[in-house]
């Protein structure tokens, strides 16, 4: 896919791995509008909350026939102890991750049809594969937001809409302030985005993690969790 002239909308665009997207896709030529969460008076800047279906539907009325709609939104609520605070908080990760990106991918699908081989793009997460107690809940929204792509995929085809799921690992953005050890860097999950959408990739693997999980997944009990729970065992020892 040529970017030369592309309508893009790409939704969290003030984010750590959208900002460097939009740079993207700018330099090769596209018409790119910033979906951003707070008012701006930039040149091509819209604003939107994915949880408002009205803010949504006001985006889509100014952007007008898109070629790519990319959806880089989400939000991670650090677990809390109580098991109901927690279902709350969980609600809200699911409310941006999952039912936001749902609410995004259909509010755009009309603008998406006016245009020849467009394509909806929506960032994923290696969590979706890989549960932990210390995000369980944005675990579970990006697991349910990773089933609704593939459904959504299936959906659009009819209407000549490619559907992209990106898995991306732990990215040095302000959402991973909190974990220690190697990081991506958001310059370098947007390249592999860019290039995977260019070759009109169904989904793209973004780092080596993501790769190496995605391998296990025929075995996921054994090679995943079997590991992860006997560190547990022997750490709950101490």
Known sequence: MDMNGKSVFIAGADGG?????????????AKVFRGVMHESTMPLTVSIDVTNPASVASAVNITGPLDLVINATGIFRH???????????????F???????????HAF???LRQRANSRLINLLSVAAWVALPSHAGYAASKAAAWSYTNSLRLEFAQYGVGVTGVILGYTDTPMTQHINGPKITPDVIAQA???????????ILCDKRSQDVKSML?????????????????????
């Open 17 to 29: 791995i959208g900002q460097p997207l939009c740079q993207l896709f700018t330099q090769a030529g």
């Open 79 to 93: 677990p809390v102890n109580n098991p109901e605070e927690g279902i709350l908080v969980d609600k809200d990760e």
């Open 95 to 105: 409310e941006v991750n999952c039912f936001g990106m749902l609410r995004l991918a």
């Open 109 to 111: 699908l009309p603008s």
């Open 193 to 203: 985005i860019f290039e995977g959408i260019k070759n009109e990739e169904d989904e």
């Open 218 to 238: 025929s075995d996921d009990l054994e090679l995943i969790y079997r590991p992860l729970l006997n560190k547990t065992k022997q750490e709950a020892q101490y």
